[in-house]
């Protein structure tokens, strides 16, 4: 097998895990209960308390997550080292993936296992827990947000920095290149000089 057929393969390893990533996280994400406004917290806490799949949406969406960074990993040990391409781009993107993904495991520890059972003991408890607990549950609302912005800021850097990695790439070898005919030496083409030698017979 040479270079270019294991890249190749490669490649197709890394698409395949982080299409399935992305497949995985859209499949979990329809499942998670978001019809109510997330600004409008009483609706918002009452539909998580009513939601029985909460912490297992969740739970698929972060697989899918590190789904997609394994993918990101493994494109990364293809196109690290090579000729004409960045020297940091691809080691800083593989270290913001895993970071993002670090970060990706918090947010759904805390949106869905702490904010899950945060809302359930809302919806459960008596009249004159409730404001305390609403704000125990808001409280940890506002930790999701948090952990979600720098999620989605390591997140985009990950992918600026492996498009760095990615735009030089050349995968097609050399020797698949076509060569116009009008360069080429017409004794590199039998085909038409026999033709051409039949016509002039015929004339």
Excluded at 13 to 32: D, E, K, Q, R, Y
Excluded at 92 to 121: E, I, N, P, S, T
């Amino acid at each position: 097998m040479d270079h270019y057929t294991s890249s190749q393969r490669a490649l197709r390893t890394s698409a395949s895990l982080i299409s399935g990533g992305v497949l995985l996280s859209l499949v979990a994400g329809f499942f998670h209960p978001d019809r109510a406004p997330a600004n409008d917290h009483p609706a918002a806490f009452a539909e998580h308390a009513h939601s029985g799949a909460g912490i297992a949406v969740h739970l698929g969406q972060f697989v899918g997550m590190m789904v997609i960074v394994a993918g990101l990993l493994a494109l990364f040990l293809v196109l690290n080292g090579q000729a004409g391409r960045s020297v940091w781009a691809g080691p800083f993107g593989a270290a913001a993936a895993v970071l993002a993904l670090g970060l990706y495991g918090v947010l759904q520890a805390v949106d869905g296992v702490a904010l899950k059972h945060a809302v359930d003991a809302w919806a459960t408890a008596p009249e004159a827990e409730r404001a305390a607990r609403f704000a125990s549950a808001g409280t940890i609302r506002w930790l999701e947000w948090s952990v979600r912005s720098y999620h989605s800021f390591m997140l985009g850097v990950s992918f600026l920095l492996f498009g760095a990695v990615v735009r030089p790439t050349a995968v097609v070898p050399r020797d698949l290149n076509p060569r116009p005919c009008c360069d080429s030496d017409p004794e590199d083409r039998p085909g038409i000089v026999a033709e051409s030698q039949r016509n002039s017979q015929r004339d």
